[in-house]
């Protein structure tokens, strides 16, 4: 089956601790998103990467920071320095040039503060 | 600034019903306009995608419009079910060099049997 895996689907993080949501994709899609869901708010793009090793800041990268050590993975580190990382985190991919074709998601990791 | 606006945020409507979706854009200068369904606690999925240079796409019981003149595109779904419940999200993509999708809230469907 091809597709977008996400993991874990539930995480839950300690104050001060840093932690890694895990996006795969077997699409061979050249792009990859970062998007965070909130209540009330239209999702908005934390990371984008059009190849390996290249990634662009998108509209809400503070506290945040990704990896493309692969062309299928693009993971996810919630760092400390995200004061309210409480959200539902999509991953998506793409053919081609970032932002220009249909994005296909994954299914989402909800994360949450203890 | 691109803002994406949908109405109503939510609707209620029995099995059977043809139903209308609304999404409205403040800047016409748009690549493309798509349409996605989002179930409770998923991902979403693509439902339509509709290029500028065209008004409208079609898609089995799904039928997406857009009139970038006055800024509105509408999601028409024929014969409701309720399996079509769900949240229906807008997204625009831009013109220019940065083409990021700018998010409409969603209107959350419910059709009941």
């Known amino acids: 089956d091809g597709g977008i895996t996400q993991s874990p689907k539930y995480l839950f993080r300690k104050e001060g601790q840093n932690v890694t949501l895990s996006c795969e994709q077997n699409?061979?899609?050249?792009?990859m998103y970062w998007y965070r869901q909130d209540p009330g708010q239209g999702l908005r793009l934390i990371y984008y990467s059009q190849i390996v090793n290249d990634f662009q800041k998108g509209d809400i990268a503070e506290g945040y920071s990704v990896s493309r050590e692969k062309k299928e993975s693009f993971p996810l580190t919630v760092t400390s320095a995200q004061k309210n990382p409480t959200a539902f985190y999509l991953c998506?991919?793409?053919?081609?040039?970032?932002?220009?074709?249909?994005?296909?998601f994954g299914p989402g990791t909800r994360l949450l503060v203890l | 600034k691109q803002e994406v606006t949908q109405i109503p945020a939510a609707l209620s409507v029995p099995e059977g019903e043809n139903l209308v979706l609304n999404c409205s854009f403040t800047d016409s200068a748009i690549y493309n306009l798509q349409w996605f369904r989002q179930d409770p606690g998923k991902g979403l999925t693509s439902l339509l995608l509709i290029q500028s240079s065209q008004r409208e796409q079609t898609s089995g019981r799904l039928n997406a419009s857009l009139d970038k003149s006055s800024g509105r595109s509408t999601l028409y779904i024929a014969a409701s079910q309720p399996g079509d419940s769900a949240t229906y999200l807008c997204?625009?993509?831009?013109?220019?060099?940065?083409?990021?999708?700018?998010w409409g809230l969603g209107t959350s469907l419910a059709v009941n049997p």
């Open positions: 699409l061979n899609h050249d792009a």
């Open positions: 998506a991919s793409s053919q081609g040039q970032a932002h220009q074709e249909t994005q296909y």
């Open positions: 997204a625009v993509r831009r013109t220019g060099n940065n083409r990021k999708l700018i």
